[in-house]
């Protein structure tokens, strides 16, 4: 078995693919989440969601040509400067922005594209989809996290 590689069913595929819940598998199958427009703002929503992921297990790389590190992370200007391969990739961008960024996941081969509340382009997401991704739109990943996991008590 390759290096990384874990058994279970493809992720790029779009929900109705899934033969349980998609959004726990896609939870459940990730390791790395880039996170687009990451602040190093400890008040924004940005901040608390991937440090919250982080806390998680999650490998973040942030993704903001403003930054130069995040949560002890590397900021890269573009998920394309990205040097290891992404899972998911959690938009925290206006919805604007989203065809760019949907296409530079296709790029890089991420296998999701998560868009975060009030984050929503229907022609990306139909984009991204027909390329193989899976996608949400309009919805907190942090939230989903723990509606479908438990973190350990410390």
């Known amino acids: 078995m390759a290096?990384?590689?874990?058994?279970?069913?493809?992720?790029?595929?779009?929900a109705d693919q899934f033969p349980a819940d998609p959004v726990t598998e896609i939870l459940?199958?990730?390791?790395?989440?880039?996170?687009?427009?990451?602040?190093s703002r400890h008040f924004r929503p940005s901040f608390g969601v991937a440090q919250y992921m982080q806390s998680a297990g999650y490998k973040i790389i942030p993704v903001n040509p403003n930054e130069t590190e995040v949560l002890?992370?590397?900021?890269?200007?573009r998920l394309e400067d990205i040097p290891v391969p992404v899972d998911i990739v959690d938009i925290f961008r206006r919805s604007e922005f989203v065809p760019e960024i949907v296409e530079s996941a296709i790029r890089i081969g991420a296998k999701a594209v998560w868009m975060q509340e009030g984050v929503m382009h229907s022609e990306a997401a139909e984009r991204a989809r027909s390329a193989g991704l899976f996608v949400i739109q309009d919805s907190c990943i942090l939230k989903e996290h723990v509606k479908h996991f438990k973190l350990p008590s410390d």
């Open 72 to 77: 002890g992370e590397k900021s890269y200007v």
């Open 3 to 14: 290096e990384g590689h874990r058994p279970g069913p493809p992720l790029s595929h779009s």
């Open 28 to 39: 459940r199958t990730s390791k790395t989440i880039a996170v687009v427009g990451l602040s």
